[in-house]
């Protein structure tokens, strides 16, 4: 995801679109009129798109809405609620309304306009500095005041736990499945996605630090700077930070201290 270089707010994009020819526009594009913009990674069809999204975790997907195996809104599918920002390309006007149904944060038909593009792609920086900027800001109020003590609900298959909040250490993702870890020991399997609860938990100290790993800010240990940087929480586990992440919590670390 997004990074801090140097005070310059660094976006991760990749481009899906099989069209050599528009690829090269959007490269040429982004390099000459969007320095804070890097492009990680190509892809010309749906599987490959999709194991470069895992792989990359970028901030921004360039999508052509007609692949050889699949379309642009099978990929966001694939995803469910994805974490990323969209601009769709497509050499038809027809899937416009469907691309809003997808917040898509653009739709651009071909050829490409130079101009058009860099608006587009301006949009969506802007629109990711926003939210990380509130992101921040709310992590940072939940860091000063964690005193509030609540129950969530967690159903298995087989039973229905009523969890204290603050007896949560982190959560983990995998697909459409979420994790609770426990501060007893226990392990908590249920069907639903993480995001589902990332906004209940958000005003309880909770703070997505990874696409996979949401944290209770109140059960850190200690931050470990090395490799990229990991936190380790009051159980011993430890989570990975994601490389935007790393700077905000140091930046927070550093202002408690």
Known sequence: MCTFAENIFMIKAIIIENDDQTVGLITKTVEAYIPNVSIVAQAKDLKSGIGL????DPDLV???IRLSDGSGFDLIDHFGKPDFKVI?????SDYAIKAIQYDAIGYLLKPL?????????RKAVDTIRMEEKLHAKALGESIKDLNKSHRLVLK???QVHLVDITDIVHIEAEGNYSTFYLVDGRKIV???STREFEETLLDEGFHRIHKSHIININRISYFDKAD???VVMC?????PVASRKRDMLMDLFDGLT
């Open 88 to 92: 769709f390309i497509s050499n038809y």
């Open 190 to 192: 249920i069907s639903k």
């Open 62 to 64: 360039l999508l052509d």
């Open 53 to 56: 999204i895992n792989d990359n």
């Open 113 to 121: 306009k130079e101009d058009e593009l860099a608006q587009a792609v």
């Open 235 to 239: 159980n011993g586990d430890k989570v």
């Open 156 to 158: 298995t298959m087989d």
């Open 228 to 230: 990229g940087g990991t």
